[in-house]
């Protein structure tokens, strides 16, 4: 493109110079009242000669720009082939591109953004800065579309590793306090329940040796974990069991060690008091192909053996 720019500029100048020879070669061209015509070819001449310049250089700027995005492509390309994530060639790229932000080639949730001041990336594992490399706030992960921290969800990590640990995330699983002068390490592990290879669900939390404690997954990641609250309709505290948060006398006195839920094994099918001991007067179980079900009764009722069934009055047999 800039040769045949080239050409046009030579052209022109030859046509000019061919304008300016012919008025001394043939003077009656001027005596002729041809001064103004040829004045205006002259300016028009001129006008042809800036035009082109301008051409020209801007032709060599956008040549110049080309050249730099496709530099910036090759490092690109290379990086997409896990040729660069030495940090040392990272700093190269990033004083040729101060501006250019690269995905990590081997973990999906880390990038390489050249903007931010060199020391001032992420962490080793002996507090040393990683070089211009940053990672997404956890559960996101970097897009290589969009350049952004995204939902993981909307991201294809393809050959790029996929976390879906808190505690495997670098800003967690470094951790430096400088004021002290030294380095914790892996203080995540110890309390932040893990997901990952768990099906969608509500679980025991790991770290804590009481259930009731959980932590649900999805997607294989934790996103969320505390403690049961408490039943509003039994007016107790709740334990985990099977993916749900339970009262007491919703628990099976055969699966769980706080269970008052008796078992319908043998029994008919029916509605039934709790056990005398247990004190729920406000409360039956349901027995049905043997398996067993805790109600509460609403409000105020109470259970009444001889209908099988909640009542308001006097004449309810129930042991308080």
């Not at 301008?54 to 290379?78: C, F, P, Y």
């Not at 009764?297 to 047999?317: A, M, R, W, Y």
Request: some cysteine; aromatic content about 14%.
């Amino acid at each position: 493109m800039l040769k045949l720019l080239f050409v046009g500029v030579l052209f022109q100048v030859i046509r000019c110079q061919t304008l300016y020879e012919s008025v001394f070669i043939n003077d009656s061209f001027l005596y002729d009242g041809k001064e103004k015509e040829l004045n205006d070819l002259l300016d028009g001449c001129e006008n042809k000669l800036r035009e082109e310049s301008i051409k020209t250089k801007e032709g060599i700027r956008r040549e110049k720009e080309l050249k730099s995005k496709l530099e910036a492509s090759d490092i690109a390309v290379m990086v997409f082939q896990g040729n660069y994530f030495q940090e040392l060639e990272v700093v190269k790229i990033c004083k040729m591109y101060p501006s250019l932000i690269l995905y990590h080639p081997i973990y999906c949730q880390l990038y390489y953004n050249c903007s931010i001041p060199a020391d001032s990336g992420l962490k080793d594992d002996d507090c040393k800065p990683r070089l211009y490399l940053e990672e997404c706030p956890y559960p996101k992960l970097f897009s290589k579309e969009t350049l952004k921290c995204e939902n993981y969800t909307n991201v294809i990590c393809g050959h790029r590793i996929e976390i879906k640990w808190l505690c495997k995330y670098e800003k967690v699983r470094v951790f430096c306090d400088y004021q002290l002068g030294y380095h914790r390490g892996l203080y995540c592990y110890g309390y932040f329940p893990n997901c990952d290879g768990y099906p969608d669900g509500l679980y025991l939390n790991e770290h804590r040796g009481d259930d009731r404690y959980y932590k649900k997954c999805l997607d294989g990641r934790t996103i969320e974990y505390g403690t049961c609250p408490n039943s509003h309709t039994w007016n107790t505290i709740t334990f985990l069991h099977k993916g749900k948060c339970l009262s007491p006398y919703e628990l099976p006195v055969n699966e769980h060690k706080y269970g008052q839920l008796p078992s319908c094994k043998g029994t008919h099918d029916g509605s039934y008091q709790y056990p005398q001991e247990e004190h729920r007067c406000d409360a039956y179980f349901t027995c049905q192909n043997g398996n067993a079900k805790g109600n509460k009764c609403p409000g105020t009722q109470l259970f009444d053996v001889n209908t099988g069934s909640c009542q308001e009055g006097k004449n309810i047999d129930c042991y308080i």
